[in-house]
C-alpha cells in the first residue's frame, strides 16, 4: 500500500505542476505614457498610450499609439497621434481599432491612414474599453464605468448592447472562445472588488455560467487564453507597484501568481502573441514588458 500512496502523492505533484505557471520577463521597454492595450501584426507591434497625465476620461488630445517591432524597440513614438484617453486595441482585416473614450477609430496598419470612425457618445460611455473579436465582421467592446458590453458591426458601423442575466461590474478584458464569454472585472464604487465571470453566449444575449473570486481582490484588467481551461489575468490590486499576473484554472478554481518576482504598477491590457510571448503595459510605470509564459 506504502508504493500505491506515493504513486498517487507522486502523480497529484506533477498534476499540480502541470497546472502552474511562471512569467519571466525578458525586456523591458520604457518611454511610454501611460501605456494602456498591446497589438501585434506580422513583425509591428502597436501600444496605446493615454498620455502623460493618467487621466483616462480626458478629451485632451495628448494621446497617441506607439510603433515597436517584435523585439521590444520603438520604431516611432507617435505612430498615431492627437487622440485622446485611446486604450483598448484589436486588430482585423490590416486595420488596428482603437477605443478612445466615447469613439472607436481604425487605422491601416500599411500607411497609419484612419479608414474608421464610429461615435459612441450615444451610450453615455466615456471608458470604452477593451475589445474582442465576436467574429469576422462585428468586435465586442466594454463600457467600463456604465458596466454594458457592446457589439459592434464594423461593414455596418454601428452597434448593439448585449443583454446580460447577471450584469458585470465594470466590464473590462473579454475572450470569447466559441459560445462563452470569458470577462473581467474592475469593479465598481472605486473599490477594488472586480470577480471573473464566465458567460455563455447565445447571439446578443450572454447567461451567467460561472463566477469566481479571486485573492487577493482587486481591479481586474486584462485576459489572456493559455489553453487547457488556464486564463491569465492582470489585476491592479492597488495603485502602486503591487500588480499581479494571477493563473486562474477555470475547472478547479485554483488561482495560483505567476509575477511574484516582479510585482507591476498598474498591468493593464495584456496581450500572447502568436511567438508565447507576453506582452504587459504597466501603465503607471510608463514601460511595456515583454515576458515568456512558462507552463
Known amino acids: 500500500m506504502r508504493w500505491l500512496a506515493a504513486t498517487l502523492l507522486l502523480s497529484l505533484g506533477f498534476a499540480a505542476t502541470a497546472n502552474a505557471a511562471s512569467v519571466i520577463v525578458e525586456k523591458t521597454v520604457s518611454g511610454f505614457s501611460s501605456p494602456e492595450s498591446v497589438a501585434i501584426a506580422g513583425d509591428d507591434v502597436f501600444v496605446s498610450n493615454l498620455g502623460v497625465k493618467l487621466e483616462p476620461s480626458a478629451k485632451d488630445g495628448d494621446g497617441f499609439i506607439s510603433l515597436l517591432d517584435r523585439q521590444g524597440n520603438i520604431k516611432k513614438l507617435k505612430w498615431a497621434d492627437k487622440l485622446n484617453g485611446p486604450k483598448g486595441l484589436i486588430l482585423i482585416d490590416g486595420t488596428l481599432y482603437v477605443a478612445d473614450i466615447d469613439r472607436?477609430?481604425?487605422f491601416r496598419?500599411?500607411?497609419g491612414k484612419q479608414v474608421f470612425a464610429l461615435d459612441m457618445a450615444a451610450t453615455g460611455s466615456v471608458f470604452l474599453n477593451a475589445f474582442a473579436r465576436y467574429d469576422n465582421r462585428r468586435l465586442l467592446l466594454s463600457a467600463t464605468d456604465i458596466g454594458k458590453v457592446f457589439v459592434i458591426d464594423l461593414p455596418k458601423k454601428s452597434y448593439s448592447e448585449v443583454q446580460f442575466d447577471s450584469a458585470p461590474k465594470g466590464p473590462?478584458?473579454?475572450k470569447k472562445s466559441g459560445n462563452r464569454l470569458m470577462l473581467v472585472e474592475w469593479g465598481e464604487n472605486s473599490q477594488p472588488n472586480g470577480a471573473i465571470k464566465l458567460y455563455q453566449l447565445d447571439g446578443?444575449?450572454?447567461?451567467?455560467?460561472?463566477?469566481f473570486n479571486l485573492t487577493p481582490p482587486g481591479y481586474f484588467d486584462g485576459v489572456v487564453d493559455l489553453g487547457a481551461n488556464r486564463w491569465l489575468i492582470s489585476n491592479w490590486v492597488k495603485f502602486e507597484p503591487a500588480g499581479q499576473l494571477q493563473l486562474l484554472d477555470t475547472?478547479?478554481?485554483n488561482v495560483s501568481l505567476t509575477n511574484a518576482s516582479t510585482p507591476i504598477a498598474g498591468p493593464a491590457d495584456i496581450f500572447l502573441d502568436d511567438q508565447g510571448k507576453l506582452w504587459v503595459p504597466g501603465m503607471m510605470?510608463?514601460?511595456v514588458y515583454r515576458m515568456t509564459v512558462r507552463p
Open 172 to 174: 473590462n478584458g473579454m
Open 285 to 287: 510605470e510608463g514601460k
Open 204 to 211: 446578443m444575449h450572454a447567461k451567467l455560467d460561472k463566477t
Open 109 to 111: 496598419v500599411r500607411d
Open 251 to 253: 475547472r478547479t478554481g
Open 104 to 106: 472607436v477609430l481604425g
